[in-house]
C-alpha cells in the first residue's frame, strides 16, 4: 500500500511543488515587502485556528475509518464528523467576524486575516474528504484534488495580487480553490451521512484523540510562527517577508517531500497495524523512515547548496539578499521537523496516546518561544533562523524518547549512514561547481548533484534502492512479456 500510494501521490507533490515555488517568484513580485509580510503574520493566524477549531475532526476521519467493521458504524463514523463540522462552523463564522470586526489592526492586514480566517470552514470540508480518499486506499481520487486545489489556489491568488488585493491576495486563492471543489466532492460524502445522527459517545472518543494532536499541531506552528511575530515586534513586516520568503523556498521543498511519502505513508501504518498487528507495523515503518531518509536529505543539502541562485531566481530583488542568507539553516529546520512530524509522530496516533504527543511538542514550543526573544533583537533574521533550528533539533529528540512508551517505531541507522555518505559526495561535488548564478547555476548543480547522489546510493544501495531498482525492473520485464 505505501509504494503504490507514493506513485500514486508523485503527480500531484510535484504539482505542488511546483506550484508553490510559482508563488514564491510571483507574490514576492506582485507584493510589495510590506504586504508579503502582511500575507506570512495572516497566514500563521488563518492556520492557527484551523488546527485550533477544525483540525481534530480531520485527524479522527484519517485514523478511525480503517476500523470500522461494519455499513452501519461507518454511518455513524461519517454522522458524527460531518454533524460535528456544521455546528461548529455556525458558532465559528460569527465568532470570527464579531473578533476580526473589533480587532485594533490596520486595513490591508485585517482585510488578510479576514480572507483566511473566513476560508477555513471551507477548507475543512473538503479536508474530510480528501482524508477519506486517502484512508479508503483511493489515491487518484485525494491526489486529484491536491492537483486542483493548488492550480486554482495559486491561480486566483495571482489574479488578486495583480489587481492589487495587497496581502490577502494568496489567501483567497486558499479559499476560493476548495469552494470551486465542493459541489464534485461533498454531495457523495453527505450521503454517507445522512442517515446517522451524531454519536455523543463516538465524538468523545475523537476528541479524546484529535485534540491532543490538534494542540501538538498548534505548538509545532508557534515553533514555525513565533519568528514571524517576533520579527514584526523587533524589526518590521518587511523582515517578516524576507524571512518568510526564504522560509517558503526550503521549507516547501522539503515539506512537499514528506506531504508526499506521509500522504502514503499514514494510511499504510494504520492499516499494517490494524490489519496484520505489530510485526507487520514494523516491517512497514522500517521501509518508510528509509524511504524519508533517502529522499529527505539530499533534499535539503541540495536547498541549502543552491540557496544564493535559488534566491536570485527566484525571489524579488527587495527580499533577495536577506533570504539567501538564511535559507540553508532552514532547510536542515524543515529536515528535523519532516521527520518529527511525518514519522516519529506516528507513534502517538498508532498507540492513540495523543496526549504525549502534546507533551512532546510543548518543549521545543517553549524552547522556540525563548530562543527567539533573546537571538532576533540581536541578530534579526538570521537569529531567528537559528532558534528554530535548535528547536526543532530538541523536538526531534523529545519525540523520540516519548514515543517508545506508546508506539516504538525502528530507526534505520544503517540507510541513514549510506544515504548520509552519498549525500556528502553529492555536496562535494557541487561545491566545486563554478558559480554561473541564476537558474542555470541551479539546474546545473541539480542536475549533476541529482546524478552524483544516484550513482552513489546505487552503489551503496542505500535504504535498499538497489533492491527497490530490482523489483521495479523484474516487474517492467513481466509486463513487457505478457503485452
Known amino acids: 500500500m505505501f509504494w503504490r500510494g507514493v506513485w500514486g501521490y508523485l503527480p500531484a507533490n510535484i504539482i505542488q511543488g511546483v506550484t508553490g515555488f510559482l508563488a514564491i517568484m510571483v507574490f514576492t513580485r506582485l507584493l510589495s515587502a510590506e504586504d508579503f509580510g502582511r500575507y506570512a503574520l495572516a497566514y500563521s493566524v488563518m492556520t492557527l485556528a484551523h488546527v485550533a477549531v477544525f483540525t481534530w475532526l480531520e485527524a479522527s476521519m484519517a485514523r478511525f475509518w480503517a476500523a470500522q467493521s461494519d455499513a452501519t458504524s461507518l454511518e455513524s463514523h461519517f454522522g458524527s464528523l460531518y454533524r460535528a463540522a456544521f455546528t461548529l462552523m455556525a458558532v465559528y463564522v460569527p465568532v470570527v467576524g464579531l473578533a476580526i470586526w473589533l480587532a485594533p489592526w490596520e486595513l490591508p492586514f485585517k482585510l488578510a486575516v479576514a480572507a483566511g480566517l473566513m476560508g477555513s470552514p471551507i477548507r475543512c470540508l473538503a479536508k474530510l474528504a ?43 486563492g486558499l479559499a476560493i480553490a476548495p469552494l470551486f471543489a465542493l459541489p464534485f466532492i461533498l454531495p457523495g460524502e453527505l450521503r454517507q451521512a445522512r442517515r446517522a445522527p451524531a454519536d455523543p459517545a463516538r465524538l468523545r472518543e475523537y476528541a479524546a484523540y484529535g485534540y491532543p494532536i490538534a494542540a501538538s499541531l498548534a505548538l509545532a506552528l508557534v515553533l514555525s510562527s513565533t519568528d514571524r511575530f517576533l520579527l514584526a515586534l523587533f524589526m518590521n513586516e518587511a523582515a517578516v517577508g524576507a524571512y518568510h520568503a526564504s522560509y517558503s523556498i526550503a521549507n516547501r521543498t522539503l515539506d512537499v517531500l514528506f506531504i508526499w511519502l506521509g500522504a502514503a505513508g499514514t494510511p499504510a501504518l494504520v492499516m499494517a497495524l490494524e490489519r496484520g498487528g505489530r510485526e ?12 524519508f531518509i533517502l529522499i529527505a536529505l539530499p533534499a535539503a543539502a541540495g536547498v541549502a547548496l543552491v540557496a544564493r541562485p535559488l534566491a536570485e531566481f527566484m525571489i524579488g530583488e527587495d527580499l533577495r539578499q536577506a533570504a539567501a542568507g538564511v535559507t540553508p539553516i532552514v532547510a536542515f529546520s524543515a529536515l528535523l521537523s519532516g521527520l518529527t512530524t511525518y514519522y516519529f509522530h506516528q507513534a502517538f496516533t498508532l498507540g492513540r496516546r495523543t496526549r504525549r504527543l502534546l507533551i512532546a511538542m510543548s518543549v521545543p514550543a517553549i524552547a522556540n518561544v525563548i530562543l527567539n526573544a533573546l537571538l532576533i533583537p540581536h541578530f534579526g533574521v538570521a537569529g531567528a533562523a537559528w532558534a528554530t533550528l535548535i528547536s526543532f533539533g530538541v523536538g526531534l529528540l523529545g519525540s523520540i524518547a516519548l514515543g ?12 541513514l549512514v549510506r544515504c548520509g555518505v552519498a549525500t556528502g559526495a553529492m555536496a562535494a561535488v557541487v561545491w566545486m561547481l563554478p558559480p554561473i548564478g541564476g537558474f542555470p547555476e541551479v539546474m546545473m548543480d541539480a542536475a549533476i548533484g541529482g546524478a552524483v547522489y544516484g550513482v552513489a546510493a546505487l552503489l551503496l544501495n542505500a535504504a535498499g534502492v538497489r533492491d527497490v531498482a530490482r523489483r521495479l525492473l523484474k516487474s517492467f520485464r513481466a509486463r513487457l512479456a505478457t503485452a
Open 280 to 291: 507487520r507495523l514494523i516491517e512497514a515503518a522500517r521501509e518508510q523512515a528509509s524511504a
Open 130 to 172: 480528501q482524508e477519506r480518499f486517502r484512508a479508503a486506499g483511493e489515491v487518484s481520487r485525494a491526489a486529484g484534488l491536491d492537483i486542483y486545489v493548488a492550480l486554482t489556489g495559486f491561480g486566483v491568488g495571482a489574479l488578486f495580487a495583480w489587481a492589487g488585493a495587497g496581502g490577502a491576495s494568496p489567501l483567497l
Open 404 to 415: 517508545r512508551a506508546a508506539m516504538p517505531l525502528p530507526m534505520p541507522w544503517k540507510a
